[in-house]
């Protein structure tokens, strides 16, 4: 240990006369260490979500061989490890069940090795999550690093986002504008590159997040995962990691109240995903910090949305880069922003972002002159959603966002692929399409159900939008008039359980209502009058997650896991 140095956590494993200590020595010693390679290092853990079943993570191992670089040079001793990781396309029912089991991986990874500081390594959606929730309970000093966006796609002379532009294809097929041939050709082009989904869905919002809260360096959210740039940023964070373990600087430093409103701030100037609302609500929940639905609604009604990006927009996460990247975005509201707030880099917010400059003013809007003076996402409550719900108004029909229509309702996600596309659903283009029992509880885990399809019938009439509603998520590459997470969701009580066929729905997202057209006592009646589900699990994790999961509202994570989390048990289902 060096004069003057704090006592390193991993000392407590490595200097110790046990046993055990002199065999930790031998197990590195197996590994081809000598001692000069380790002994009075700091340990800095890469925790990897690289996988082969996550193809937005796949090339995270290489970007990994980069922060050991980083962390060899500035003389600190790399260990990778892996983690749980969560593939959106093929895990099932949903990679959101699953959110807080990796948390949970991640969190005891961290706590029970010998390690000083923490590289996160994630990129798909929930993965960058669950390591922003293991590492903030954990408060080992951490630097996020995700895999970075894709390249730009292109087919026909048309530049491509995945998936938001799978989803307006699909809907094409259904309606017989392109053949099966078109959409194989689509297939073998729509994902050209390593990284993530390169519109502004969740996995970039959520990146875009980890840099705005502070906790990944400035150019993580949008240097390509295929520029060079990207590996020298994740060399970056291997060198600096060291010198935070020295300046003991914890997520619990960094992940402040301040820093929170940042991010949603960021959240509603880039039309980023409604799930970063759920994420992020879970991230501040592990360090007791409430960031209760109507806050985010009042953040948006005074942060204009600047950036120009699928779903809501034109342009890509590569266009953003190109224009001058989210640090340019920060910038243009830093008016907005606390800028004193501290980041990874050990300089403030503001200090980062201080040089700074658009080269794109298609591509990234001044706040004076915005895509809109307010920001992406809307929080509704009223009659159909006591505890909130939220509709991305930045990608939907702006002229159904005031809109009233009789309810087509579908019990369950099955419900829906049995019955949408049949030619005698009564359902006309005004109507409201409802889907319940597709909550945390109810599916569960919450699936990406929210963007309903459209019915075939009423596609192959030219029907492109119609107002959707339910308790679960929808992709954050989706668009149109969704409104999501209705809370309290069908399966625990809520009034969306009471919506019959034919009820009359209001959506008045300028009013910020969602009401149910209905008398109140009549919906307490029927509400009473309604089972309750059946579960899901007799055993296992599933059966842990239902019996444990909070609404959307609180951010879906476990009771148990939140700061303080053992006090809230009286809310556990099972008592
Ligand atoms: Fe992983 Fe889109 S599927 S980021």
């Not at 089991?101 to 990129?123: F, H, T």
């Not at 994420?279 to 009042?298: C, K, N, Q, V, Y």
């Not at 794109?360 to 001044?366: A, F, I, K, Y």
Request: proline content about 6%; charged content about 25%.
């Amino acid at each position: 240990m060096q004069a003057g140095r704090a006592e390193r956590r991993s000392q407590a494993w490595f200097d110790t006369p046990e046993l055990y200590g002199w065999l930790r020595h031998a197990a590195l010693k197996a590994q081809g260490f000598t001692e000069d390679a380790y002994l009075g290092k700091p340990v800095i853990g890469i925790c990897n979500s690289w996988s082969e079943l996550t193809h937005c993570n796949v090339h995270l191992r290489g970007l990994a061989a980069a922060v050991k670089r980083g962390v060899w040079q500035a003389g600190g001793f790399p260990l990778e490890f892996p983690v749980m990781s969560l593939g959106e396309y093929n895990m099932r029912p949903t990679t959101m069940l699953y959110r807080n089991l990796m948390s949970m991986d991640v969190e005891e990874s961290i706590r029970a090795n010998p390690l000083d500081g923490v590289v996160l390594l994630g990129g798909c959606d929930k993965t960058t999550p669950a390591l922003l929730m293991g590492a903030a309970s954990a408060d080992v000093p951490a630097i996020l690093v995700t895999g970075g966006p894709q390249l730009k796609a292109a087919w026909r002379g048309e530049e491509l986002g995945s998936c938001t532009d799978c989803r307006r294809y699909r809907q094409e097929l259904r309606a017989g504008r392109i053949t099966e041939q078109d959409w194989a050709d689509l297939q073998d082009g729509i994902i050209r590159s390593p990284g993530h989904c390169m519109v502004m869905g969740t996995a970039s919002t959520m990146a875009a997040m980890g840099e705005s809260l502070g906790i990944a360096p400035p150019g993580n959210a949008d240097v390509p995962a295929a520029d060079s740039r990207r590996a020298r940023l994740a060399e970056s964070a291997g060198r600096r990691i060291v010198d935070m373990v020295d300046e003991d600087l914890r997520p619990s430093a960094l992940l402040t109240v301040n820093a929170f409103e940042n991010a949603i701030r960021t959240l509603h100037a880039i039309g980023g995903s409604t799930n970063a609302v759920i994420h992020l609500t879970a991230i501040a929940g592990r360090l007791g910090i409430d960031l209760p639905p109507d806050r985010f609604g009042e953040l948006s009604d005074t942060t204009p949305l600047i950036l120009d990006m699928k779903p809501s927009g034109r342009f890509l996460m590569e266009d953003l880069f190109n224009a001058g990247g989210l640090q340019a975005v920060l910038r243009e509201i830093s008016h907005l922003l606390y800028e004193e707030a501290p980041t990874v880099t050990g300089r403030s917010l503001g200090q980062n972002i201080a040089a700074a400059r658009v080269h794109d003013r298609e591509v990234v809007r001044t706040a004076r002159q915005p895509m809109d003076p307010q920001g992406g996402l809307a929080v509704l409550r009223g009659s159909l959603a006591p505890d909130g719900a939220l509709i991305r108004q930045s990608s939907a029909s702006p002229e159904l966002l005031t809109h009233s229509g009789r309810a087509v309702v579908f019990e369950s996600h099955d419900d829906v692929e049995e019955r949408v596309d049949d030619p005698g659903l009564d359902v006309r283009p005004d109507d409201v399409l409802v889907l319940r029992n597709a909550g945390p509880i109810g599916a569960p885990g919450m699936p990406e159900w929210g963007f309903l399809p459209l019915p075939k019938k009423l596609l192959e009439r030219g029907v492109r939008d119609m107002v959707r509603l339910s308790d679960a998520r929808m992709s954050g590459t989706a668009f149109g008039t969704v409104v999501v997470h209705v809370a309290p969701e069908s399966a625990a009580g809520g009034p969306l359980a009471a919506v019959r066929g034919g009820d009359m729905i209001r959506l008045d997202v300028p009013a910020r209502r969602l009401d149910l057209l209905v008398d109140r006592g009549e919906i307490r009646r029927r509400l009473s009058e309604t089972p309750p589900p059946s579960p899901h699990y007799e055993r296992g994790y599933g059966w842990m997650f239902t019996r444990h999961v909070l609404q959307a509202n609180e951010g879906c994570d476990f009771n148990f896991l939140r700061a303080g989390g053992a006090a809230e048990l009286s809310g556990d289902r099972s008592t």
